[in-house]
């Protein structure tokens, strides 16, 4: 797990500019969704194309997290990435004829297809039948186009949400931004998030507190979702 924090000068930056630190001092759990980005074999098992080790370190945490989260009738929304591919191409080229080498693209390819065994949740996430899954095929889960994870948000309600997985960096942060931008109150759950290393983490992080959402730790998150009452909403 990533043993950093939001340095001093982004602190002192953050509160110059609003006065405090953290955006929300409560959040009302019917209103409230966990979102689980890409804890799928594609990013989390060793050797894996796109592995991000430190991912495997942050399974014990989210399973804590939504353990608690579903007591509180948060929903949970496990998202994991896929792209279809045929003959002619991919359902996103840029990314694929680019972005990654040839022996890699196969391979990723492969794992990242709708069916394929790197798309599926982590063996070791503890998922359970209540919770909703969907498929991206962007980093943000949402961009136009990419998932039905706005629909979903909106049919319940939500208008809170917590994000969680891999890459910090990278898809969480993409689906943060772009939630903020939808009117969604983001929080990024710091202990529960994973990059490729520990300055990559710590950038989204900071880049979020600044202009897209609030960054806590679940035992802050667990906190602000226990100030709300029978009659209260944020």
């Known amino acids: ?24 001092d409560k959040l009302d759990p019917r209103k409230t969704a966990l979102i689980v980005i890409d804890m799928q074999g594609t990013f989390v ?17 989210i399973n804590r997290l939504a353990k608690e989260l579903r007591r509180l009738d948060v929903k949970i929304v496990w998202v994991t990435h896929a792209n279809s591919h045929d003959a002619t191409g991919s359902d996103w080229n840029v990314f694929f004829n680019h972005f990654v080498a040839d022996d890699i693209r196969e391979l990723t390819i492969k794992s990242l297809s709708p069916d394929g065994d790197g798309q599926t949740v982590w063996p070791e996430m ?36 917590l994000i969680t997985g891999t890459k910090t960096d990278v898809c969480c942060e993409g689906t943060a931004r772009d939630a903020m931008m939808l009117d969604f109150n983001v929080v990024m759950v710091s202990d529960c998030l994973a990059a ?38 944020a």
Not at 45 to 61: H, L, W, Y
Not at 130 to 138: E, F, L, T, V
Not at 205 to 232: K, P, R, Y
């Open 1 to 24: 797990m990533h043993d950093v924090e939001v340095r001093p000068e982004i602190v002192d930056r953050v509160l110059a500019r609003r006065g405090r630190f953290h955006l929300f």
């Open 45 to 61: 098992a060793p050797g894996s194309p796109a592995e991000v080790p430190v991912a495997r370190d942050i399974v014990d945490n």
């Open 126 to 161: 503890s998922v359970e039948p209540g919770d909703r899954h969907i498929q991206k095929n962007r980093y943000s889960a949402l961009i136009a186009g990419s998932s039905q994870l706005e629909r979903i948000l909106r049919s319940h309600g939500i208008t809170n949400i």
């Open 196 to 233: 490729l290393s520990d300055d990559e983490h710590r950038a989204a992080l900071e880049t979020v507190i600044q202009n897209f959402g609030d960054v806590m730790t679940t035992a802050e998150v667990l906190s602000v979702l226990s100030q709300i009452s029978n009659t209260e909403a």
